[in-house]
């Protein structure tokens, strides 16, 4: 309704209405769920699935930024969200006493998540993103597995001393009496803080959208987009390349790390398995990414939350719950994509709202 | 047109959100209904067959039963499938049946705590659970959190029994590693050791961890100590060779089943002939498809249950285990088992009656729990500490003539 007055009023261009749509979108699903919640309409499973749907709304949004508007495919998209997840649960554990207000470490959590994996993005990215083609993706993607397995031999305690760290088992740490051991190998990290909530899940998905939203309108992401629609015509214009796809892609993997933080941050033991950060778990990202529509911001977030929520709502189904999700999977992606469909919701389905925005524009 | 479109398509899209949220709201509850009304007939028939107290225990579990754990977790279902119609069968807990729900979390941390929440919509008032260490630790910042009473049949990690409404049947992995190489030394089996251990896995790095700290005390020592990860666990001919080029007498292997069945293989190949010792990982050796039994002969394993033990309450559950699913029990089937057995004892000694809400049964139980003392199929006088930790003996098998053999 806001966006009808507002397009009246201001005669608002065409992609401003549209990212109001989507702000909107999210700000009114959080007032309809605080509502439900507050009156106590909603289980203890939709409850906690509140903050991982805000989690993979992010990924799903950072994705889309590499692979819509900069038109590379990133396959190891959980490999940034592992670095964001450790290295913000790192911190937190590290200043558990040093910074006793929640508030002030999670919000510098968040930031640590961010910047290193960033920085994760920008060595991905120098030496990958001169090339063309699928390289990225292979090399995204082995990126990932290395990232989940490194993790993995890392073990790293605290004691009076200070840090010590190793990469071959817990007793060559040689904590002293009393020492603590943060990151222990495959066991993970135990015992993060749990600070996500959903209100700071839903801030962080606003200012992800401002920030990619506000990326792609601006010269930059033109310039991004100009790269992804004619490599050679950008250059032959003087568009350094090399630089705009590293600034897409930083920022990706910015937004992937807070993901990862609030990942981490949701859950009291975090561990790199091939479940959560491995590349399954990429692909599940691009599968919402693709099923959103490429490029296409919002379509990212309605596709994470569904897909994030169909599993658990099949749950009744048992085993055969996967089975089913894989169906309806594949039968979304046929109604969404497939060009007959396509034709048969443009002819069929849509023709009554096509009469009432008619009316609506001849009214106004 | 377009952008009119979408943007209708985007509301449209809204509202079906809205409406699938506050449908699982309600879709939930019509079956927490149904499930309800499943109780009440269930708690009919019941007084036809002789039970007193009204009302029905609700017993969740956790585990996975999709994924690569799925073994573990199926063995869980069933055997605390098994000790739950067992004790419905006689009459229940203090004369009231027990409604068991099992869920599955796919090994997975995050659908562990969502499965945990499903179970809470179901009025679960005990939690047995869960059957992987790292699910089990997420799941226990929730339960504490909401103190609801959790008896983890196999969460092995020291974690796993971090808050005091959480217990565990099994042993904890740094206990399994010190008593590995507490048994090693004592009995003189070997000095010089190779291990090959997966470093991506919580409970084979937390039992080769201690193993290593114990081993030096013990006077063994470690003369290689190869890792793989869950991602190249096929091939071991590296780790294999490098035992053997160390001069091994005994090869540890403080890894689950699967692998232990392929590094007997390759070994064998290679012409590495050795002592081979495990923990309960490697109880399942025998029952892996197509794996020559022959290969694991004179393979030593420290585990709590042994499925031809010849006791009476072994056999009973070995056969009724069979007839029911058709296969062999491991340990986790037993471990769950127990588990089930357990919290019946705590309960019946605390008095619980099923209308108490979870919390104030969770107290009851935290207490209870040290007091009891069961004869399971894991242990014999299996005593619980207010830490979670149980109390029971280990005991080392051999494999001879394909059967497990006590030592």
């Known amino acids: 309704m806001d966006k009808s007055i507002n397009s009246k009023k201001f005669h608002l261009n065409k992609t401003t209405r549209s990212n109001l749509i989507t702000y909107g979108m999210v700000i009114a699903a959080y007032i309809i769920v605080q509502i439900l919640v507050n009156g106590g309409h909603v289980t203890s499973l939709m409850k906690g699935l509140l903050v991982p749907l805000c989690i993979y709304s992010i990924m799903a949004v950072s994705l889309n930024l590499t692979v819509g508007i900069l038109g590379e495919l990133s396959l190891g998209h959980a490999g940034f969200m592992c670095v964001g997840a450790f290295s913000s649960s790192l911190f937190s554990l590290l200043m558990l006493e040093t910074i006793p207000n929640a508030g002030i470490r999670f919000f510098l959590a968040i930031l640590v998540g961010a910047a290193s994996a960033a920085v994760a993005g920008i060595i991905v990215g120098i030496p990958v993103l001169r090339l063309r083609g699928d390289y990225l993706a292979i090399v995204t993607l082995a990126f990932g597995e290395i990232i989940k397995n490194v993790v993995n031999v890392i073990y790293l305690g605290k004691d009076s001393r200070g840090l010590h760290i190793s990469l071959k088992n817990a007793t060559e740490l040689n904590l002293e009496e009393g020492g603590q051991i943060i990151i222990n190998g495959a066991m993970g990290i135990t015992g993060t803080p749990k600070n996500a909530t959903f209100t700071i899940g839903v801030i962080l998905i606003l200012i992800t959208l401002f920030i990619v939203l506000n990326l792609i309108n601006s010269r930059s992401g033109r310039a991004i987009m100009s790269v992804r629609d004619n490599r050679i015509a950008a250059e032959s214009i003087g568009i350094n390349i090399t630089k705009y796809k590293l600034m897409a892609f930083a920022i990706s993997a910015s937004l992937a790390g807070v993901a990862g933080v609030l990942y981490s941050h949701n859950l009291s033991s975090l561990t790199a398995t091939q479940k959560n950060f491995g590349y399954n778990q990429s692909i599940m990202i691009l599968v919402f990414v693709v099923l959103g529509g490429i490029g296409n911001i919002r379509g990212s977030i309605i596709s994470a939350v569904i897909l994030t929520l169909l599993p658990e709502l099949l749950r009744g189904f048992n085993t055969y719950r996967m089975l089913i999700y894989a169906i309806v999977l594949i039968v979304m992606m046929i109604f969404n994509w497939a060009p007959a469909l396509i034709d048969f919701r443009k002819r069929h389905s849509l023709k009554r709202y096509f009469s009432k925005n008619t009316e609506e524009k001849e009214a106004s | ?407």
């Open chain 2, 1 to 407: 047109m377009k952008k009119s479109m979408k943007k209708l398509a985007g509301l449209g899209l809204t509202l079906a959100m809205a409406a699938a949220l506050t449908a699982c709201g309600g879709g939930d509850k019509t079956t927490e209904t149904t499930a309800g009304k499943a109780a009440e007939t269930a708690a009919a028939g019941e007084t036809t067959a002789g039970s007193t107290a009204e009302g029905t225990y609700k017993l969740g579990a956790i585990g996975p039963i999709t994924g690569s754990t799925a073994i573990y977790g199926q063995a869980v279902k069933n055997g605390a499938e098994l000790a739950v119609n067992e004790i419905n069968a006689a009459g229940g807990i203090g004369g009231v049946q027990i409604e068991y729900n099992y869920q599955d979390d796919e090994g997975d941390t995050e659908k562990a705590v969502n499965a945990y929440n499903t179970l809470k919509d179901w009025d679960m008032q005990m939690l047995v659970g869960t059957v992987t260490s790292a699910p089990c630790i997420a799941v226990g910042a929730e339960s504490s959190n909401d103190n609801m009473f959790q008896l983890t049949p196999s969460g092995s990690a020291v974690d796993c029994a971090k808050f005091d409404n959480q217990f565990r049947v099994c042993f904890s992995d740094p206990n399994q590693g010190a008593a590995s190489a507490q048994y090693i030394g004592e009995h003189k089996l070997a000095t010089k050791i190779a291990i090959i251990y997966d470093s991506s896995d919580v409970y084979s790095s937390g039992i080769h961890d201690k193993f290593l700290s114990e081993a030096a005390n013990q006077g063994l020592e470690i003369v290689a100590d190869e890792a793989f990860t869950a991602d190249n666990n096929t091939n071991f001919s590296v780790q294999i060779q490098k035992a053997q080029d160390s001069g091994a007498e005994l090869v540890f292997l403080p890894i689950y089943y699967s692998q232990a069945s392929l590094i007997l293989a390759q070994a064998k190949q290679m012409g590495f002939e050795t002592q081979f010792f495990g923990c309960d990982g490697l109880d399942g050796l025998l029952t892996v498809e197509n794996f020559d039994t022959t290969l694991a002969e004179d393979v030593m394993l420290l585990t709590p249950f042994a499925a031809d033990a010849q006791d009476d309450l072994t056999v009973k559950f070995v056969t009724a285990y069979q007839e029911k699913y058709g296969e062999i029990p491991n340990q986790f089937a037993a471990d769950a088992y127990d588990a089930v057995y357990a919290i019946k004892a705590a309960a019946e000694k605390g008095g619980v009656t099923p209308d108490m809400d979870a919390s104030t049964i969770c107290d009851i139980l935290k207490v209870s729990m040290t007091e009891i003392s069961i004869n399971g199929l894991t242990g014999e006088n299996m005593k619980w500490s207010a830490d979670g930790e149980p109390d029971k003996a280990p005991k080392a098998v051999k494999i001879v003539d394909g059967v497990y053999t006590a030592m």
